[in-house]
């Protein structure tokens, strides 16, 4: 019976590196799309920002800096909504009546694995400002 006693112990560090394993994976992946579904919101409330200005005197970088920093004036010392993600990371494009907001070159970073995302969240909405 003696020689039995220390295998609960092997047996319960083998389980805890398993579900510190799972744990972290599934923590990891959670916190991808929470920043993502960050992302995608952010764009979307640019592209609705972009689309209710004239398209004649719509500046695209108080967009960018919506999306950025979540105000198209921020305060010198205003950090990103969204850590990593900068100005140069949006691009927005207003052609046929129409304001597209796209992300450029962002790295979705996490503890194991990094993403870039490319062209990827974008969103388009018609300009309304001015159409009678």
Do not use: C, W
């Amino acid at each position: 019976m003696k020689r039995r006693k220390g295998t609960a112990l092997i047996e319960f560090a083998g389980s805890l590196v398993l579900i510190s394993t799972a744990f972290t994976g599934v923590f990891q992946l959670g916190q991808s799309f929470y920043t993502y579904n960050r992302l995608v919101n952010a764009v979307r409330q640019g592209a609705r920002f972009a689309s209710l200005q004239p398209e004649t005197t719509l500046q695209t970088a108080a967009v960018q800096k919506l999306i950025v920093y979540g105000q198209p004036d921020p305060a010198p010392d205003t950090p990103p909504l969204i850590p990593g993600l900068s100005e140069r990371n949006v691009q927005v494009i207003v052609a046929n009546h129409k304001a597209t907001v796209i992300i450029r070159d962002f790295a979705l970073s996490g503890l194991f694995y990094s993403t870039t995302l490319d062209g990827k969240p974008s969103v388009t909405f018609p300009i309304t400002a001015g159409v009678k």
